[in-house]
């Protein structure tokens, strides 16, 4: 699960009244990120537990879906909404061909983060936003 390792923070639900704005944006998404980190754990633990071949990378569907769907849901400030919208569209093809194929390798593109990276001004407000929400401590949030 190193791929995993270093992946952003879940419960997208909590960021509500935030959205649109980049603390909420960011909260959202490490929220998410944090899920998806969780849910790929648990499905690394249960995996482990099965006889069956393949069952940890079946299990993992659900979380890298919920990701993704948690991403999209996200409302980001606007001037990112061109970039999310494309990286929505990316997230939703990558889980698309993980849900078919059922390979690690699919996930190559999540490495750090399953984030694409926004454009550099907007990524490095983003990186300063987080140092002040409590849902990105000891989470990798979109990496210098």
């Known amino acids: ?33 944090s899920a998806l980190r969780a849910g790929i754990q ?13 069952k940890a990378v079946d299990l993992m569907v659900a979380p ?14 606007k001037d990112l909404n061109d970039w999310h919208s494309d990286a929505t569209k990316q997230l939703k093809q990558t889980a698309d061909t993980f849900r078919a194929e059922k390979k690690l390798t699919v ?4 490495n750090d983060s399953p984030v694409p990276d926004p454009p550099a001004a907007a990524k490095a407000r983003l990186q ?9 401590n000891g989470v990798a949030f979109l990496k210098p």
Do not use: Y
Request: aromatic share 8%.
């Open 1 to 33: 699960m190193l791929l995993f390792s270093a992946v952003i923070g879940a419960n997208f639900a909590a960021c509500g009244n935030d959205a649109g704005n980049d603390e909420g944006f960011v909260r959202g998404l490490c929220e998410a990120s």
């Open 42 to 54: 648990q499905a690394g633990k249960d995996g482990a537990t099965s006889t069956e071949p393949g």
């Open 64 to 77: 890298v879906d919920a990701f993704v769907k948690s991403f999209g849901d996200l409302n980001p400030p």
């Open 107 to 110: 996930l190559a593109s999540f």
């Open 128 to 136: 300063t936003v987080a140092t002040g929400v409590s849902e990105c």
